[in-house]
């Protein structure tokens, strides 16, 4: 990923290591109208609020109403997962036009949020959440205009028990294929099961079972995430 900026809009960054963490970088339009109304009070309030963990700034869609049921499907899984996570991404489409202008650069930072999404346990091998296209509320927030989010996708994340060593199980079907209502499998080493050799080790599995060996391919598990509309 991309490093942070020297100095952080006022909107929310999310830094939780169990999840797909967003990060708030630079875009590469240059600045052409510098008008930023927010006062410096305001902006800091914001600013703390994401260092608190808040979303600054940024304000849900009170009443969303696009929304899709997100299952996930584990198959052949080499034991329990004791933490099943899920988020939901969403991004500016139009920061150029209505991001904060970072001095350092001229250039307006990039602005993105991840929101925890709720998954209800169906079984042993199924979770079911629901993600909501237009659950950011579009806003003009730094006097530039107002900016518009996007749902870009989806992840989760699996451990064993939730231990901070453990392998993290990584997966996100984006926003295309969600609309679509296609089911999107990725398959992953069941060796990898509780933990790798390395520390939290990130494993963002294959789409083929043809990516790994021949001789571990009877050695593999899926996690499959499917997505189809619903009434809000």
């Not at 899709?68 to 499907?73: A, D, Q, S």
């Amino acid at each position: 990923m991309a490093a942070p900026l020297p100095r952080r809009p006022a909107l929310r960054q999310i830094l939780t290591p169990s999840l797909l963490a967003l990060l708030l970088t630079a875009c590469n339009a240059p600045e052409t109208s510098m008008t930023q109304t927010l006062s410096p009070a305001t902006e800091a309030t914001a600013e703390a609020d994401v260092e608190a963990g808040g979303r600054g700034l940024a304000k849900l869609n009170p009443s969303p109403r696009k929304a899709y049921e997100v299952t996930l499907t584990l198959d052949k899984a080499p034991g329990a997962f004791g933490l099943v996570q899920a988020a939901a991404q969403y991004d500016v489409s139009n920061e150029a036009e209505c991001g904060k202008i970072q001095p350092e650069t001229g250039t307006a930072g990039r602005i993105t949020s991840q929101e925890d999404v709720a998954l209800k346990k169906i079984s042993d091998t199924e979770y079911r959440g629901t993600v909501y296209l237009d659950l950011m509320q579009d806003e003009d927030y730094y006097g530039r205009g107002v900016c518009h989010w996007e749902f870009s996708g989806a992840s989760v994340l699996l451990k064993a028990t939730g231990a901070e060593e453990e392998t993290r199980f990584l997966s996100f079907i984006e926003a295309k294929t969600v609309t679509a209502q296609q089911p999107q499998t990725k398959y992953y080493w069941k060796e990898g099961y509780p933990r790798s050799e390395s520390k939290s080790f990130p494993d963002t599995g294959e789409l083929s079972a043809d990516k790994f060996k021949p001789e571990i391919r009877d050695n593999l598990f899926t996690i499959t995430l499917a997505a189809k509309e619903v009434a809000p």
